[in-house]
Structures are given as C-alpha cells and as structure tokens.
C-alpha cells in the first residue's frame, strides 16, 4: 500500500467499523488493512507527519495481569513522573511507578479536521 492510498483505505476501515478513530494501535491497523508491522508503523508515522493522525503515548501499570494504561500524553513524559495505577487489577489497591519505568504503547486518532462523515 502507499502513501497515497493509506488515508483511504483507513477511511473505509472507520467507517465500516473495523477501528476506532480514537483509538487505532498498530497492530490493529495492521491486522485491519493486511499489512506487515514495519508498513503500517511507516503508514502511521508519514500520516502523522502528514497531519492525518495524531499520536499518543499511552503508559502501561507494568504488573502482570493488569497491563492497564494509567496515563496519556502527547509527549514523553519525564522519567522520574510519577503515575498511579488506581485500582491495579493485581490486587485492586492503588500502585505508584516513575515513567520511565513504564512500558510505553503508542497508538494514532485521527485528527479533529480529518474525522470522517458517516
């Protein structure tokens, strides 16, 4: 797929309901469009560049068996932030990590003058 294809072919996946605007993870895309890893993480980032999509950091409790995202931001967050876990599924009580300890997934909206028409 190019380029140029790539925002119609995610335009029909939206509106099908195959994605979530708000929300489109790169193996999801992947998966949606049949495309290998390394093509959609290129797709994504050059449609970003492109100002079709937005990214997002999402920042995941690291314990096993939660894996919840705890935060979002737009832009790395500093190493030595503190982020909560409110009601770790670990064991539903309350877990503090620094964000560098985190594991990072990032994921793509679209952006507000892009959202397409049902």
């Known amino acids: ?43 994504c980032q050059q449609a970003e560049a492109d100002g079709l999509l937005r990214k997002t950091l999402q920042y995941l409790c690291p314990n096993e068996g939660c894996r919840r995202g705890i935060e979002s931001s737009p832009t790395p967050l500093p190493p030595y932030q503190e982020l909560t876990c409110e009601v770790c599924e670990l064991d539903e009580r309350p877990h503090t990590f620094k964000a560098g300890k985190l594991m990072v997934m990032p994921f793509y909206s679209l952006a507000e003058q892009t959202s397409p028409r049902a």
């Open 1 to 43: 797929m190019t380029t140029a294809e790539f925002p119609e072919a995610l335009s029909k996946a939206i509106l099908h309901g195959d994605l979530d605007p708000t929300c489109m993870h790169v193996e999801n895309v992947r998966h949606t469009l049949d495309l290998t890893t390394p093509e959609t993480r290129l797709l």
